[in-house]
């Protein structure tokens, strides 16, 4: 757009004489850089300020947590969009009281599996195990 405008106001100053089509053809460059500009901040402010998962995507989520037989209950979650193709997923899940403490490194592993087949923009995930007592702390 911006090419097109130079080219057409630089043609008719040529053609012209008349070197105001010139300063014309920069005003509405610029004018087209701040539209562009104003259009990209509203697009990009949710992520600048943190931007969630979806609903639907937390929902996902959170089925994927507590669906794991392994879960007894999940206390506490958040999401938080890095980039646009990078989802964060902060999760804090109390195991079921079967589970030893050996067995919870590879309970997480399979947990964060399956967060990333429901959700494939999970790229980090942060699963800390907890009791629902501890909620507070």
């Given at each position: 757009m911006g090419l097109v405008f130079a080219f057409v106001c630089v043609l008719i100053a040529d053609v012209t004489g008349n070197a105001?089509?010139?300063?014309?053809?920069?005003?509405?460059?610029?004018?087209?850089?701040?539209?562009?500009?104003?259009?990209?901040?509203?697009?990009?402010?949710?992520?600048?300020?943190g931007e969630g998962a979806l609903p639907e995507q937390s929902?996902?989520?959170?089925n994927a947590i507590t669906s794991s037989p392994e879960v007894s209950s999940l206390i506490d979650m958040r999401t938080e969009y890095l980039g646009p193709e990078t989802l964060?997923?902060?999760?804090?899940?109390?195991?079921?009281?079967?589970?030893?403490?050996?067995?919870?490194?590879?309970?997480?592993?399979?947990?964060?599996?399956?967060?990333?087949?429901?959700e494939p923009l999970a790229k980090i995930i942060y699963l800390e195990?907890?009791?629902?007592?501890?909620?507070n702390s």
């Open positions: 105001v089509w010139d300063g014309i053809g920069t005003l509405s460059i610029g004018i087209l850089l701040g539209l562009i500009a104003i259009i990209l901040a509203i697009e990009t402010k949710s992520l600048l300020i929902m996902r989520i959170e964060l997923v902060a999760a804090k899940i109390e195991f079921s009281e079967k589970t030893s403490s050996p067995d919870i490194s590879n309970d997480v592993d399979n947990i964060e599996k399956r967060i990333r087949e429901v195990p907890g009791l629902i007592d501890d909620q």
